[in-house]
C-alpha cells in the first residue's frame, strides 16, 4: 500500500485547507485511514480518522481539532481527504496520513504499518 498525501501550504489564520491523501495498491475495501501531524519538537499528534468498509464509514477526531476539521473519503478514486477550517498557528505541522488494513478506528500511530510522505501546513498569525 501507497499513500500520497497533498494539499499543504502556508495559509493565515482563520483560513480554510484541504488535504488529501490517495491509497495505491492493495488497499481492498476495508480499511482505516488516518492523518497525524507532527510540529517542529513535538511528538506526533493524532487529527482524524476514517474507517471504511463497502457500506459505512466511521470518523473520530482529535480533541483539538473538533468542530473546525471534517475527514471524507471518495471509495471511488481511493481518497481520504481533510478539510480544515479556521486554521490556527497552533495547526502548523507536518500532516501524514496513515492506513491500516482494517475498519477499526484507533489514534494510536504505532497501529498504523503504512505512512505517507507528509504535507507542511504553516498558519501565520
Known amino acids: 500500500v501507497q499513500l500520497q498525501a497533498s494539499g499543504g501550504g502556508l495559509v493565515q489564520a482563520g483560513d480554510s485547507l484541504r488535504l488529501s491523501c490517495v491509497a495505491s495498491g492493495r488497499t481492498g475495501s476495508t480499511y482505516t485511514i488516518t492523518w497525524f501531524r507532527q510540529a517542529p519538537g513535538k511528538g506526533r499528534e493524532f487529527v482524524a480518522a476514517?474507517?471504511?468498509?463497502?457500506?459505512?464509514?466511521?470518523?473520530r477526531y482529535g480533541d483539538s481539532v473538533k468542530g473546525r476539521f471534517t475527514i471524507s473519503r471518495d471509495n471511488a478514486r481511493n481518497t481520504v481527504f481533510l478539510q480544515m477550517n479556521s486554521l490556527k498557528p497552533e495547526d502548523t505541522a507536518v500532516y501524514y496520513c496513515?492506513?491500516?488494513?482494517?475498519?477499526?478506528?484507533?489514534?494510536?500511530?504505532?497501529?498504523?504499518?503504512?505512512w505517507g510522505q507528509g504535507t507542511l501546513v504553516t498558519v501565520s498569525s
Open positions: 496513515a492506513a491500516r488494513l482494517v475498519n477499526l478506528l484507533s489514534s494510536r500511530d504505532q497501529d498504523y504499518r503504512y
Open positions: 476514517v474507517s471504511v468498509s463497502r457500506i459505512s464509514a466511521n470518523t
